[in-house]
C-alpha cells in the first residue's frame, strides 16, 4: 500500500510489530485473565514514544500523523486480544484529544506529558445508563459556583474507567430541552480522588477483557473551573469532531484484527486433515475462506482511503460511517467464517479464534452503534 504508507510508516510499523511481538502477545492471555493492562505496559509504550503519536513533541508526542495512528492500531491489533488498542485508543484517540486539540496552553502544558509518557491514563466518558450515541440526551449536571463546578450524574461503558487517572466527561451544563439541549453540553476534565467522584464497580464483559470497563458516580463533585476543556456549554461539537477520529479508529482495529484471524483459519484450514485430505481442499470451506479474504480487503482498502481522507482533512461523517459500518459486520462475519473452519477446536479457549470471536461482537455497538452509522448514512442520502 505505497499509496498511503512512507518510509517513516513503514519504519514505525516495524519497530512496532517487533515490540507488539516481544512485549505484548506473550502476556494477553495474563491480561485476559486478570482482566487488566499492567501499568507497566502504559509507561513502556510511552518511553517508546507510542502514546499520543500525533501530539506536539514539546508535550512528548511525535508530531506525526494520522497514517501513523493507523499503523499504530494495525499493529496493536496483531496482538490477539482486541481490549489493548481498544484501551490504548481510549487514551490516546478519544479521551486525551480533547484536551490536546480544544484544552488551554496551560491545560496541555500541565497534563499532556503525563498523558503521552504513560504517567496518566485517560478515559472518554460519556455513556450514561439511559443512552450512549444520543448525547444531546446527557443528565449528569454540572453547576456552577464561583471557581468549581458541582458535578451530579453517572457514566457506564468507560473504558480505562476502573483504573484510569484523568477522565473526560460530559455533562450538562446548559438547556435540557429541545431544541436547545445540545448547546447546553461541557467538557470537564475530572481526576482520579477528586471529593464526590467514585469509580463504583468493574464491570465484566463476553470480550475486550483484559480492557478494564466500569462505572462511574458524581454526588457533590467539586471539579474546578480551570478543568473546563473548551468554552462552556461547546462541548456537543467537541464530542462530534471528535467521534470521527474514534470511529475510523474503531475500523482499522477489526480490519487488522480480521486479517490476522483468516491468516490463521487459512493456514488451520492447510494442515488440518478429514476424509484423507487437508480440509482447505473441500470446496464449501476453500469458497468461504475466499468470500472472507475478499471482505477484509474490501473492508482494508475502504479504511485506508477513509483515513487518507481524514488525513487531509477532507473526511465528511458519512465515509466515516461508512467505514465504521462495513469493517464491523465484516469482523463479525469473519469471527463466525473463520471458527466455523475450526470446528470443535475453534470453541477451545485454548485458541485465538475463540477470544477473537468474542472480542468481535462489540464491535456493532461500540462507538456507534451500526443501526446509528446507518442512519447518518441516510441523512447524508437525503433520506
Same mark, same amino acid.
Given at each position: 500500500?505505497? *499509496?498511503?504508507?512512507?518510509?517513516?510508516?513503514?519504519l514505525?510499523?516495524?519497530?512496532?510489530?517487533?515490540?507488539?511481538?516481544?512485549? =505484548?502477545?506473550?502476556? +494477553?492471555?495474563?491480561? @485476559? #485473565?486478570?482482566?487488566?493492562?499492567?501499568?507497566?505496559? *502504559?509507561?513502556?509504550? /510511552?518511553?517508546?514514544?507510542?502514546?499520543?503519536?500525533?501530539?506536539?513533541?514539546?508535550?512528548?508526542?511525535?508530531?506525526?500523523?494520522?497514517?501513523t495512528?493507523?499503523?499504530?492500531?494495525?499493529e496493536?491489533?496483531?496482538?490477539?486480544?482486541?481490549?489493548?488498542?481498544?484501551?490504548?485508543?481510549?487514551?490516546?484517540?478519544?479521551?486525551?484529544?480533547?484536551?490536546?486539540?480544544?484544552?488551554s @496552553? #496551560?491545560?496541555?502544558?500541565?497534563?499532556?506529558?503525563?498523558?503521552?509518557?504513560?504517567?496518566?491514563?485517560?478515559?472518554i466518558?460519556?455513556?450514561?445508563?439511559?443512552?450512549?450515541?444520543?448525547?444531546?440526551? =446527557?443528565?449528569?449536571?454540572?453547576?456552577?459556583?464561583g471557581?468549581?463546578?458541582?458535578?451530579?450524574?453517572? $457514566?457506564?461503558?468507560?473504558?480505562?474507567?476502573?483504573?484510569?487517572d484523568?477522565?473526560?466527561?460530559?455533562?450538562?451544563t446548559?438547556?435540557?430541552?429541545?431544541? &436547545?439541549?445540545? $448547546?447546553?453540553?461541557?467538557?470537564?476534565?475530572?481526576?482520579?480522588?477528586?471529593?464526590?467522584?467514585?469509580?463504583?464497580?468493574?464491570? $465484566?464483559?463476553?470480550? *475486550?477483557?483484559? &480492557?478494564?470497563?466500569?462505572?462511574?458516580?458524581?454526588?457533590d463533585?467539586?471539579?474546578?473551573?480551570?478543568?473546563?476543556?473548551?468554552?462552556?456549554?461547546? /462541548?456537543?461539537?467537541?464530542?462530534?469532531?471528535?467521534?470521527? !477520529?474514534?470511529?475510523?479508529?474503531?475500523? +482499522?482495529?477489526?480490519?487488522?484484527? &480480521?486479517?490476522?484471524a483468516?491468516?490463521?483459519?487459512?493456514?488451520?484450514?492447510?494442515?488440518?486433515?478429514?476424509?484423507?485430505?487437508?480440509?482447505?481442499?473441500?470446496?464449501?470451506l476453500?469458497h468461504s475462506?475466499?468470500?472472507?479474504?475478499? #471482505?477484509?480487503?474490501?473492508?482494508?482498502?475502504?479504511t485506508?482511503?477513509?483515513? *487518507?481522507?481524514?488525513?487531509?482533512?477532507?473526511?465528511?461523517?458519512?465515509?466515516?460511517?461508512?467505514?465504521?459500518?462495513?469493517?464491523?459486520?465484516?469482523?463479525?462475519?469473519?469471527?463466525?467464517?473463520?471458527?466455523?473452519?475450526?470446528?470443535?477446536?475453534?470453541?477451545? !479457549? #485454548?485458541?485465538?479464534?475463540?477470544?477473537?470471536?468474542?472480542?468481535?461482537?462489540?464491535?456493532?455497538?461500540?462507538? /456507534?452503534?451500526?443501526? =446509528?452509522m446507518?442512519? =447518518?448514512?441516510? $441523512?447524508?442520502?437525503?433520506?
Amino acid at each position: 500500500m505505497s *499509496w498511503i504508507f512512507q518510509e517513516q510508516h513503514d519504519l514505525f510499523r516495524r519497530s512496532l510489530r517487533s515490540f507488539v511481538e516481544r512485549e =505484548i502477545a506473550p502476556h +494477553v492471555d495474563e491480561w @485476559e #485473565e486478570q482482566e487488566a493492562i499492567p501499568r507497566a505496559l *502504559w509507561r513502556r509504550l /510511552g518511553e517508546l514514544g507510542y502514546l499520543g503519536v500525533e501530539y506536539d513533541p514539546q508535550y512528548g508526542g511525535a508530531g506525526a500523523d494520522f497514517i501513523t495512528t493507523v499503523v499504530l492500531y494495525e499493529e496493536l491489533a496483531r496482538c490477539r486480544a482486541m481490549g489493548v488498542p481498544a484501551a490504548v485508543a481510549s487514551h490516546t484517540d478519544m479521551g486525551s484529544p480533547h484536551l490536546a486539540f480544544s484544552g488551554s @496552553e #496551560e491545560q496541555k502544558r500541565r497534563y499532556l506529558p503525563a498523558i503521552t509518557s504513560g504517567e496518566k491514563v485517560c478515559a472518554i466518558t460519556i455513556s450514561e445508563p439511559g443512552g450512549g450515541s444520543d448525547v444531546a440526551a =446527557i443528565q449528569t449536571r454540572a453547576r456552577r459556583n464561583g471557581d468549581f463546578y458541582t458535578l451530579e450524574g453517572s $457514566k457506564t461503558f468507560i473504558t480505562n474507567g476502573f483504573y484510569g487517572d484523568l477522565y473526560f466527561t460530559a455533562v450538562r451544563t446548559g438547556e435540557a430541552e429541545p431544541p &436547545s439541549r445540545h $448547546k447546553g453540553i461541557s467538557i470537564l476534565m475530572v481526576e482520579r480522588g477528586t471529593p464526590g467522584f467514585k469509580v463504583a464497580k468493574k464491570l $465484566k464483559k463476553m470480550g *475486550w477483557c483484559c &480492557s478494564d470497563t466500569a462505572e462511574l458516580f458524581f454526588e457533590d463533585c467539586r471539579v474546578p473551573v480551570a478543568n473546563l476543556i473548551g468554552n462552556e456549554n461547546e /462541548g456537543f461539537a467537541q464530542i462530534m469532531r471528535n467521534f470521527q !477520529r474514534e470511529r475510523l479508529v474503531m475500523a +482499522v482495529i477489526p480490519v487488522a484484527a &480480521s486479517a490476522q484471524a483468516l491468516e490463521e483459519a487459512i493456514a488451520y484450514a492447510r494442515q488440518r486433515s478429514a476424509f484423507g485430505q487437508p480440509i482447505a481442499k473441500f470446496q464449501a470451506l476453500r469458497h468461504s475462506l475466499a468470500e472472507m479474504y475478499t #471482505e477484509v480487503e474490501a473492508a482494508r482498502h475502504l479504511t485506508y482511503y477513509v483515513s *487518507w481522507l481524514f488525513n487531509r482533512g477532507e473526511a465528511s461523517d458519512r465515509e466515516v460511517a461508512v467505514a465504521k459500518l462495513l469493517t464491523s459486520e465484516v469482523a463479525n462475519r469473519v469471527a463466525y467464517g473463520a471458527l466455523q473452519i475450526y470446528g470443535g477446536y475453534g470453541y477451545i !479457549r #485454548e485458541l485465538p479464534i475463540e477470544r477473537f470471536y468474542r472480542d468481535t461482537r462489540v464491535l456493532t455497538i461500540g462507538a /456507534g452503534t451500526s443501526e =446509528i452509522m446507518k442512519e =447518518i448514512i441516510a $441523512k447524508r442520502l437525503d433520506l
